[in-house]
Each structure stands twice: as structure tokens, then as C-alpha cells.
């Protein structure tokens, strides 16, 4: 079951550096939200204090109605970064089961199976092998098998494809359309790709230059399912041209 988050006067300032203006947001359960805005503008920042990996300077996060620590020590927040961070002595299938394997007494009773997930990636043939054996693209899906192993109603995805190729990062939007459609979970996606946040967001946050805020919630109405085919249509090109406008206006 998805959750809603819910952030009241979130900020985040390092000394006397200003990261992200006091801002408060309603994310929607089951919803897919991502943000876009110029590198160093305070996204990753403001996607690690709602994960719980970073401690706000005033605000509060709740998901849920709970807590981050809460939700993590849970295991019902899961969080994918831009590095596949695959551990390298540990086979493909093992590195999936990574996070259920850890503090085992914490791991839901009812996830997805991990094996089963990877037949969802197409990486069946690879459960034996080990990430050097792998291209970038599949130690990739193997990190979001690792992350939707957990069946958590929260992922939190850090850019999570942005060190790939334009054609396999393509092929890895309409993988991860897929896996939501089977496994539904509430999604905060961080990207610097106009495409890849109109093709797969329900509504898409424009931030501001740091110190962030919020300059435009952008509510995607493409009809879902969504393929790479809808990148083609004249109604996805007007909303990457108003996703543009807005980033520039920000940006001026």
C-alpha cells in the first residue's frame, strides 16, 4: 500500500550556506513526483531529508504519519541512488536480496520475491553472476530490483539513471513504468532530464536555484501506460516545452 508524505516548513542550511527555503509540499499516496532544477540547487538535499538520511536545520517530514527513522527502521521507505552501489563480491541475486538480509527481524513479511523481480528485468540468466560481468544499464535494473525487493510504499530515486546512455536510460523509463504497474508504491524521483520526468511523473516540482524552493507544480496529464512511443506525440512536446519555460524562468 502506498503512502502520502506530507512536509511543513522543511529547510536546510550547512553554516551560513542557504540549501533549501522553508517549503511545505503534499505528495499524494501513490503518486510519481519528480524534481527538476538546475545542478546544485538543493534536490538531493531536500530527497534526503524526507528519506531520513539527512537532518533538516527546522521543518518536519512525515510519511505516512510517521517519522523517516520511523518508516526506515520499518524497511518501508527504500531509497535507489544515482550509483547502482552494488557490493562486488556478491552475486547478482544476492545483491537483490541485500536489504532484506539486513536486520532480518525488520524485513516485511510479505515483499516481492527477489528472483521474481529480476525475471521482471530480464536479468534471469545473470542471478549467478557478479556486477563486473555486468553493463552499467543491467547493474542498474539489479539496483531496482534491490530497491522494490523490500515492497516498500515509499521509494525515494536519486537520479538514479542519469550516468547511463540516452537509449539505455530510454528502455530503463519504460522498465521502471513497468515494474510500478505490478508493484504500485508512492515515488520522489530527482532528475535533470525534462523527458524523463514528463514520460514518467504524475506531477512534476520545478525548483529553483539554491537556495531552493518550489517555482512550479507541474501536474503531467499524459494518459498511462505511458511507452517510449508517447515521446513522439505533439502532447508530450508541449509539456516538456512548458516544463522548459518554467526551468528557465527559474533559472533567469
Known sequence: MSVGVEIRGLSKSFGALDVVRPLDLDVEPGAFVSLVGPSGCGKSTLLRMVAGLEVPSSGSVRIGGRSPAEVRAEKRLAVVPQQPGLLPWRTVA?????????????SPAHHPDPLDLLAEV???????????ELSGGMQQRVALVRGFALG????????????????????????LARLLEQHPATVL??????????????????????????????????????????????????????????????MR
Open 94 to 106: 544476492q545483491n537483490a536480496r541485500l536489504l532484506l538480509e539486513v536486520n532480518r527481524r525488520r
Open 122 to 132: 530480464g536479468l534471469t540468466d545473470f542471478a549467478d553472476a557478479y556486477p563486473h
Open 152 to 175: 516498500a510504499p515509499l521509494v525515494v530515486m536519486d537520479e538514479p539513471f542519469a550516468a547511463l546512455d540516452e537509449i539505455t536510460r530510454t528502455e530503463m523509463r519504460d522498465l
Open 189 to 250: 524521483f530527482v532528475t535533470h532530464s525534462i523527458a524523463e520526468a514528463a514520460h514518467l511523473s504524475d506531477r512534476v516540482l520545478v525548483m529553483a536555484p539554491r537556495p531552493t524552493s518550489v517555482v512550479a507544480d507541474v501536474a503531467i496529464a499524459l494518459p498511462r501506460p505511458r511507452t517510449t512511443a508517447i515521446e513522439d506525440t505533439l502532447a508530450f512536446t508541449e509539456v516538456c516545452a512548458e516544463l522548459r519555460r518554467h526551468l528557465h524562468g527559474a
